[in-house]
């Protein structure tokens, strides 16, 4: 846990973003990463054969137009996407960028983009509003998943300062300390994965894409304790790779998520947990 | 003038080129190697005016380097390579054109050996055997004849000889001097040369 214990000394240097305080810290930066602490939760997954997004709806009026697409999960490419937490307006800006990135890279190579390219763009542009400029920075963390052929599916976490780093579970938004704890322990919690042999191929701890969802799900259930976990109220997408070698973007009907939960609730319910 | 010539095999490609550098009625060198390589399994070979041959492939050779450099190690594959350098002949192209006419040739795991023909029009395509310049008249017929899916690196070397030989025995142009180079999962080496590059 990152306790931020500012002195009233902060107030000097915290409303520009090029300055470091005597501490050695950038408040402006810390901020914006704070901004995104009260924003709807996404959970990531990287599993054997796929990777799972799961992200809490935030439903802040009933007047609201149900959404044509989706306000949490983007398409950047073929072979990626992402999950935004944070400001969306900010967040709009920095997928147009990953966009045409991937755009730029597909036309002068006539390939797909590798995904930690992309990602290590969009992070060196967030990077920037960190150093010079005088402009604040993006009050957006995202997690981006994506397949490529140098090392097939990845799952990668940024935030606010530019930092990014690659994850085999993650969560970002509110109450994202609770979720990890949990996926720390349930990780990997497979038949194959119960020994703790070294030697085992670590492919073979990771989850299925099924278990992945069910997991992401659990996950969900506890960071937003206190409101029933339901279709409406989350948003589960998958990536997976398709016969024909390109990969399949699906975010779950609402039928589809429905039986995910229903499971969820019946093995919480059989196993007596908390 | 200069011949340039590209088989692939199972497993991998050869290249050849002429030795050498001329203009007007001077033979300036014989030794010449118009083979670069861009990375550790593809080489381009590059006929033209010497000023846009080591122009062009340096440029290209450079930035693959750096791409590399820079990616932490990520490799552009044959097929991406052989697309930047058509992206950059592109560009290029209604500024101030490279008159160089290139076969590409490199090795992938997935994809095995691969050659690919780009004319200074920028012009892109996938082939099993090629030829640029004069020696195409002479060449490409024994290539078309002699080439065959599943190849050894011996017969395709054979058949750059078979075409070499033609080109000593029909073409006007005196061309004693080839290098012939191979590109397989080992990376690039020289085969053969009429006269060594390094010397003097």
Redesign the interface.
């Known amino acids: 846990t990152t306790t931020t214990t500012t002195t009233t000394m902060a107030r000097r240097y915290d409303s520009s973003t090029t300055t470091f305080s005597p501490e050695g810290r950038l408040h402006q930066v810390e901020y914006a990463i704070e901004a995104i602490n009260n924003a709807g939760t996404c959970v990531g997954i990287l599993a054997k054969d796929g990777i799972v997004m799961a992200s809490e709806r935030r439903i802040t009026s009933g007047l609201l137009a149900p959404s044509k697409t989706s306000e949490k999960t983007y398409k950047l490419c073929g072979h990626a996407a992402c999950n935004v937490a944070g400001l969306t307006a900010d967040a709009n800006i920095l997928i147009d960028q990953a966009r045409v990135k991937a755009g730029r890279y597909q ?5 797909p983009i ?1 995904v930690e ?1 992309l990602v290590e763009y969009v992070c060196n542009y967030k990077q920037a509003y960190t150093q010079y400029g005088g402009l604040r920075p993006f009050g957006v963390s995202f997690l981006f998943a994506g397949y490529d ?2 090392f097939g599916f990845q799952l990668y976490q940024s935030d606010p300062s530019g930092n990014y780093s690659g994850w085999k579970a993650t969560v970002i938004g509110a109450n994202n300390q609770a979720g990890k704890s949990l996926l720390k322990t349930d990780y990997g919690k497979t038949a194959a994965a119960a020994s703790d042999d070294m030697e085992e191929d670590a492919a073979d701890k990771m989850p299925t894409l099924k278990d992945a969802l069910l997991l992401a799900v659990k996950v969900l259930n506890k960071t937003m304790d206190g409101t029933a976990a339901s279709s409406d109220k989350m948003e589960l997408f998958t990536m997976t790779l398709q016969d024909n070698g390109t990969c399949k973007h699906h975010i779950l009907t609402t039928d589809e998520a429905k039986s995910i939960i229903e499971q969820v609730e019946a093995e919480t319910a059989t196993s007596g947990d908390a | 003038m200069d011949s340039v010539l590209g088989v692939t095999y199972k497993g991998g490609v050869i290249l050849a080129a002429d030795q050498g550098n001329a203009r007007s009625i001077l033979m300036y060198q014989k030794n010449l190697d118009k083979i670069t390589s861009l990375s550790g399994h593809t080489a381009l070979a590059c006929s033209g005016p010497h000023a846009d041959v080591v122009n062009f492939s340096e440029f290209i050779a450079k930035n693959i380097k750096l791409y590399e450099f820079s ?1 932490d190690g ?1 490799v ?2 044959t ?2 390579q052989a ?2 350098c058509r ?1 950059e002949l592109a560009k290029a192209l209604r500024k101030g054109p490279y008159q160089v006419n290139n076969l590409l040739g490199g090795f992938d795991k ?1 994809a095995g050996g691969s050659l690919y023909f780009l004319d200074y029009l920028a012009s892109l395509q996938k082939v099993n055997f090629g030829a640029q310049g004069y020696c195409g008249h002479f060449c490409l017929s024994i290539m078309d004849r002699d080439w065959k899916e599943g190849l050894t690196k011996d017969e395709a070397v054979e058949i750059i000889k078979h075409c070499i030989n033609e080109i000593h025995t029909r073409f006007l142009i005196a061309q004693p001097n080839f290098i012939i180079k191979n590109i397989d999962a080992n990376g690039v080496e020289i085969v053969s040369f009429g006269e060594d590059p390094a010397s003097a």
């Open positions: 036309y002068d190579y006539q390939e590798p390219q052929e140098h | 990616k990520t552009l594959s097929h991406a697309n930047y992206n997935k």
